[in-house]
Nanobody, 127 residues
Framework: QVQLVESGGGLVQAGGSLRLSCAASGRTFSSYSMGWFRQAPGKEREFVAAIGWSGGNTYYADSVKGRFTISRDNAKNTVYLQMNSLKPEDTALYFC????????????????????WGQGTQVTVSS
């Protein structure tokens, strides 16, 4: 099990940028594959981006491809989500999630794949 704490959310104007961080506890962080999800009021939790344990494989939702970048620093037990060209429809509570395995097929896409979740950080984009 790993404990996850997100930070970096806030209020930003459309077109602006934010960088979210997710700090993980535990000494085996480098063995976890990580994901970012988001949930807007009244909507289901949706996949945003994911990264394999080594950082070599990254995956994105079509809605954020080319605007968001996921990365990780295993020495700091942290995964990041750089968000550029933000839009009002990006407004949501953003969660990071971890799973102690590699991704297979499109497993990164599904919330049920992940075993551990953070509490979330709010991102609000004004028009």
């Amino acid at each position: 099990q790993v404990q996850l704490v997100e930070s970096g959310g806030g209020l930003v104007q459309a077109g602006g940028s934010l960088r979210l961080s997710c700090a993980a506890s535990g000494r085996t962080f480098s063995s976890y594959s990580m994901g970012w999800f988001r949930q807007a009021p009244g909507k289901e939790r949706e996949f945003v981006a994911a990264i394999g344990w080594s950082g070599g494989n990254t995956y994105y939702a079509d809605s954020v491809k080319g605007r968001f970048t996921i990365s990780r620093d295993n020495a700091k037990n942290t995964v990041y989500l750089q968000m550029n060209s933000l839009k009002p429809e990006d407004t949501a509570l953003y969660f990071c999630a971890a799973v102690y395995s590699t991704f297979y097929s499109r497993s990164y896409y599904y919330p049920a794949t992940y075993n551990d979740w953070g509490q979330g950080t709010q991102v609000t984009v004004s028009s």
